[in-house]
């Protein structure tokens, strides 16, 4: 059943099972650090998530009432997904407003669900996750359902020696 999940439906799962879902959440576990970002897994009788994560360096405006704030790339290996880009915002996002992820001169634009955003198209994910690895930083950006506008800017540091690590251990 979890191969035949749709984007939006592993969306879902992906927040529950981040969002400390018991009974996904009993089997994370953090595999690795490199540099800034940790690798992890969550395995299931019938599902297995491997994500790399990193929290921003600065968040502004500093003083915004936000929870946890954490980017994701994630792998699916039984459902042939290899890396899936996630972001937790910490906060509702604005109905109908779109979060921008800057890297170097190129700016992607993820859609917005709750306090989470995603790359809706593939290639565009594709595209952010190479321009990610070469990169010393990114900035995400995104207006919180009361109407502030956040900066977040996260190192990429060691990104590409997590992603090296979950293609190897997430099979």
Known sequence: ??????????????????????????GAVETGR???????????PSSKL????????SKEPAGANRT??????????KEGVKSEISVKLGFPIKTGSQVTVTVGKDAYKLFAKEERAFVADATQELKLIEAMKKASKMVVQ?????????????????????LAAMATSCR
Do not use: H, I
């Open 142 to 162: 995104a207006t919180s359902e009361r109407g502030t506008a956040t900066s977040d800017t996260y190192s990429l540091s060691g990104l590409n020696q997590a």
């Open 68 to 77: 946890k704030t954490v980017f994701y790339v994630s792998a699916w290996p």
């Open 34 to 44: 490199f540099g800034e970002w940790s690798l992890n897994l969550s395995e299931g």
């Open 50 to 57: 491997c994500f790399a994560a990193t929290e921003p360096k």
């Open 1 to 26: 059943m979890a191969a035949l999940l749709s984007k939006p439906a592993r969306a879902a799962l992906v927040v529950a099972m981040l969002n400390g879902a018991p009974a996904a959440a009993e």
